[in-house]
Nanobody, 124 residues
């Protein structure tokens, strides 16, 4: 069974930065993509960023480009999300996930395994 554990969330002032980490344990076969999603209260879970196994193809939610950076360390089975210039609207629970395949996946149903989430709260 695969388990994902996110860390690095917390309370930060607007304009600040946070780095989220997601460590995967268990046996994951194949060259899977990984992604980050977020869900604010009363809203649908939305795509944030995804990275392919090789790390050379990355995709972001358009409105987050330039502020968020996704990366992965396959040797550590870990994916990261660097978040800079945080805004109030970035407040949400952030989830990492392992995709069912190797392509860039932006939809919830395209992911097989999910972490429990980590809260990010941006204050004014």
């Amino acid at each position: 069974q695969v388990q994902l554990v996110e860390s690095g969330g917390g309370l930060v002032q607007a304009g600040g930065s946070l780095r989220l980490s997601c460590a995967a344990s268990g046996r994951i076969l194949g060259s899977y993509s990984m992604g980050w999603f977020r869900q604010a209260p009363g809203k649908e879970r939305e795509f944030v960023a995804a990275v392919k196994w090789s790390g050379n193809w990355i995709s972001y939610k358009d409105s987050l480009k330039g502020r968020f950076t996704i990366s992965r360390d396959n040797a550590k089975s870990t994916v990261y999300l660097q978040m800079n210039a945080l805004k109030l609207e970035d407040t949400a629970v952030y989830y990492c996930a392992v995709a069912k395949g190797s392509g860039i996946c932006k939809l919830v149903y395209q992911y097989r395994y999910w972490g429990p989430g980590t809260q990010v709260t941006v204050s004014s």
